[in-house]
């Protein structure tokens, strides 16, 4: 259990930091020695999004690290314009590209994006992530991400493919159906 009495009290006991990273580190490294279609699947090869978002949720709830973190504002907003560029790349590339980087780089890239929208949560342009559509959307995504992935896997496998896929116009009218 990561929130102990402790933490309640503002002084995280000091192991916290560290077994979050190591959790990232093992996710990471976990996907390395998984089958393609396991990497989606299986919990501990996304155990580094999860747990990435368990360090977010830390940093925002200790006055301290929040402070670090609004300081540094600057370098996260260059970080992220980065890492948006290393995005828009793998996307425009072969889907196989990257590999275990690019799961890294994109839970990086979303973990910065919504840490720039806490820090600037006021502001003009996180105003539309207040959105009650996207608000309602995101406290239902995580639930929705499992159910269609095994979903869609068993659909495609009614029509003979080991695994889902987007080759040509028929696969993607059956993926969208």
Not at 38 to 47: D, E, N, P, Q
Not at 141 to 154: D, N, V
Request: net charge positive; aromatic share 16%.
């Amino acid at each position: 259990m990561l929130c102990c009495r402790s933490s309640c009290f503002g002084s995280p006991p000091r192991w916290q930091v560290p077994f979050l990273v190591g959790a990232i580190s093992l996710g990471t490294i976990s996907r390395h020695f998984t089958s393609t279609l396991g990497i989606y699947v299986y919990a501990y090869c996304r155990a580094d999004s999860l747990m990435f978002g368990v360090l977010l949720a830390w940093l925002v709830r200790q006055p301290r690290a929040f402070e670090l973190v609004r300081e540094y504002r600057r370098v996260l907003i260059v970080l992220f314009l980065g890492l948006g560029f290393w995005v828009a790349y793998f996307n425009v590339k072969d889907n196989y590209f990257g590999g275990n980087l690019k799961h890294v780089v994109l839970a990086l890239f979303f973990g910065i994006f919504i840490l720039i929208a806490v820090i600037y949560r006021d502001s003009i342009g996180t105003a539309g992530l207040r959105n009650s559509v996207l608000v309602w959307l995101g406290t239902r995504s995580y639930g929705i991400y499992l159910i269609h992935e095994g979903a869609l896997g068993m659909s495609h496998a009614l029509v003979g493919h080991p695994f889902p896929r987007m080759w040509d116009r028929l696969d993607i009218g059956f993926t969208l159906f």
